[in-house]
């Protein structure tokens, strides 16, 4: 994989049959992205979420891999909430940096706000509540970025159609600089609303031509020879080995499964 071209403030399709290895595919990106920094990891939260709210067998066998990032698992049923909350911390955690940046004197509309709601007798106490603040969330990087698995969300009542919160939210993500993966078994449990806003696709063998013929068509996919993708994608006979669609980057490429 070429972590340039994936999952960078996009929403990726990971569509993969059963024993394709997926768990082990999305950790394997994952991982991969703390690597594109000497320092510090691409993103330095992950979050598994599942209708479990546990890691699975593979995540629990394989999760030491991930060891930049911090690694954290939620409940499908407190998704909604968890997004709502931790835009509001990105909003308050990017107005203070900016303020900082500014060297104190350019605070934008959130830390307008702050600053009026909190009534600082001088600037010391500013400095002090910033300073707190910051410890406070115990990130290291700016911006901050997340990244979010949506792991077996096949049909998921979230994602049904473009009514839903979720859906809605899914478009406003990436200025968050939150990247989602969301990962089913087969195309046809992606919503049309979904499949409309990837950014990027991965495909494991097992896609009939009608079914892989119709994410073309109701992606931004379409933009490709979709016939000219079928014959490189129905040649692939190794259950582990990845056909990857990256929208925006113009790239197309086969990913051979590796240990």
């Not at 991969?32 to 599942?50: A, G, H, M, R, T």
């Not at 097992?206 to 014959?231: C, I, P, Q, T, V």
């Amino acid at each position: 994989m070429t972590s340039s071209y994936l999952l960078q403030k996009g929403i990726t399709g990971l569509i993969a049959p059963p024993g394709s290895g997926k768990t082990f595919t999305y950790l394997k990106m994952a991982a991969q992205q703390q690597e594109l920094d000497e320092k510090n990891p691409f993103y330095e939260l992950v979050v598994i979420c599942s209708t479990s709210g546990q890691f699975d067998q593979t995540v629990n066998s394989f999760k030491d891999i991930i060891k930049k990032s911090k690694l954290v698992c939620i409940k499908d049923s407190e998704l909604l909430d968890w997004i709502k909350k931790y835009q509001r911390r990105v909003l308050k955690y990017n107005a203070i940096n900016e303020y900082i940046n500014s060297k104190f004197k350019d605070p934008n509309e959130e830390m307008q706000r702050i600053l009026e709601k909190k009534h600082f007798r001088n600037k010391q106490k500013e400095i002090e509540y910033i300073s707190k603040k910051l410890q406070s969330y115990d990130w290291k990087t700016y911006p901050h970025r997340c990244l979010l698995i949506l792991d077996d969300f096949a049909s998921h009542p979230l994602l049904k159609n473009r009514e839903q919160d979720m859906c809605r939210i899914l478009k406003k993500l990436r200025h968050f600089n939150i990247s989602v993966v969301i990962c089913v078994q087969t195309a046809k449990s992606l919503s049309k609303d979904v499949k409309r806003i990837l950014t990027d696709i991965i495909l494991f063998p097992g896609l009939s031509e009608d079914d892989f013929m119709e994410l073309m068509k109701e992606s931004m996919a379409g933009k490709f020879d979709r016939h000219e993708l079928w014959e490189k994608y129905k040649v692939i006979q190794d259950p582990h080995t990845s056909f990857r669609i990256h929208i925006y980057a113009n790239k197309v490429q086969i990913v051979k499964s590796q240990a």
